[in-house]
């Protein structure tokens, strides 16, 4: 490490900024070196694939960054797999300007809710960009989870504020035409399999189903020991 330090600096002393520039460029990146079969006089694709970890954000927003003048057209896809998630909206950004990269950079643009394509074939492209997409539940999903979110809610608070009829077996009643349906829907909701993804785009819903279920059943449990010791009374 001494000895690769004292080049660096000896290049640095020498004023070889092209050599020290080549050498950063190769510390940001990595080279794969593919070994193959062409066929010769036809047109063939060489494909690589790569796991990265991802960071998503709080509002659903991912980001992932790729080379994009190393070849002499571009095109990037993106695809999610799973029936519960769909892509909201997506942006391509210049990694070191943070401006976006639109036309003419961009020849071709094709968004659904479930894959995005771009493409560029422009000469002048920025050297790396960021693509970064927004994804959440669709629209069936949401409105399930919102529903069930609700009557959580609505039952937790009627079963604070709803008087009480008069007599212990009718508050029961009451308690538990309130509690028991709301607890089956709740577990049916957060037992059901879905993706880890999905799960965390789903977590403060899944968090505030949560919370209202508990407010229901400790409501339930003071009201019912309450009633049961005006009774003893």
Do not use: C
């Not at 193959?36 to 690589?48: C, G, I, S």
């Amino acid at each position: 490490m001494r000895g690769w330090a004292d080049g660096v600096g000896a290049a640095e002393r020498a004023g070889a900024e092209r050599f020290l520039a080549t050498l950063a460029e190769y510390g940001r990146r990595s080279e794969v070196v593919v070994e193959l079969e062409a066929p010769l006089d036809e047109a063939f694709t060489v494909k690589l694939s790569e796991l990265r970890p991802f960071n998503l954000g709080r509002s659903g927003w991912i980001s992932e960054r790729f080379r994009f003048d190393d070849a002499r057209s571009v095109h990037l896809r993106a695809r999610i797999e799973s029936h519960w998630i769909e892509i909201d909206r997506y942006r391509v950004r210049d990694a070191v300007t943070g401006g976006d990269v639109t036309f003419p950079v961009l020849v071709d643009e094709l968004a659904t809710e479930k894959s995005i394509v771009v493409n560029s074939t422009r000469a002048r492209r920025p050297r790396f960009v960021d693509l970064e997409l927004r994804l959440r539940i669709n629209v069936d999903v949401r409105w399930t989870l919102w529903f069930v979110m609700g009557l959580a809610w609505a039952a937790a608070g009627a079963a604070i504020l709803l008087p009480d009829p008069g007599g212990t077996g009718d508050l029961i009643d009451m308690l538990g035409l309130l509690a028991v349906p709301t607890t089956f829907a709740v577990s049916l909701l957060l037992t059901r399999e879905e993706s880890s993804l999905a799960a965390r785009l789903q977590r403060y819903v899944r968090l505030s189903v949560l919370l209202a279920t508990t407010v229901l059943w400790v409501a339930v449990v003071v009201r019912l020991v309450g009633s049961l010791l005006a009774a003893d009374g």
